[in-house]
């Protein structure tokens, strides 16, 4: 099985297998092209580099709403990859924050919006592991972009 990742949120998609270089992120390992590769959409005032921070393996990239904003997100997109519904963990969402619990992370996904707990992995990484079940996506279908939701603390990365 594949799994696909996005960077400073990290997406995790499991899907048919190809051989590719691994990337290891928290003790979790992925395909070298596992990650969202496009932002589609900014809604609200990020700062740093967008794209940057949220495509990719590097988990150090940051961006954060300032001022907070509760309506502002990013879309991103896989442009050469989809989410696909297996069995289980789908996708996988990575903040970078520290040790400490971290933020929520809010997921819209075909419309609907969940929010998850993003636990401690160890390092500086806390890691939110979502089944696209919970958005209503048939087992097989798939999924090529969702929204990434400002939380409520400047120390919110994704990876």
């Given amino acids: 099985m594949k799994r696909v990742v996005v960077s400073s949120i990290l ?4 899907g ?3 051989t590719r270089a ?3 992120l928290s003790g979790l390992s992925f395909d ?3 990650f969202a590769d496009q932002v589609v959409e900014i809604n609200g005032t990020w ?3 967008v794209a940057a921070a949220v495509l990719g393996p590097n988990i150090t990239n940051n961006t954060v709403n300032l001022p907070y904003d509760e309506s502002a997100y990013i879309k991103v997109a896989f442009t050469d990859n989809t989410v696909v519904n297996a069995t289980g963990a789908d996708l996988v969402v990575f903040e970078s924050t520290g040790s400490d619990p971290g933020c929520p992370a809010r997921i819209t996904v075909e419309g609907l919006t969940h929010t998850y707990a993003t636990p401690w992995r160890g390092g500086v990484v806390n890691a939110a592991i979502i089944d696209l079940d919970d958005f209503g996506v048939a087992p097989g279908g798939s999924v090529s972009t969702f929204m990434l939701w400002a939380a409520p603390t400047t120390r919110t990365t994704w990876a």
């Avoid at 997406?11 to 499991?14: E, N, S, Y």
């Fill in 11 to 14: 997406v995790l998609v499991f």
């Fill in 16 to 18: 048919c297998s190809i």
């Fill in 22 to 24: 691994t990337i290891t």
């Fill in 32 to 34: 070298d092209n596992a």
């Fill in 47 to 49: 700062v740093n580099n």
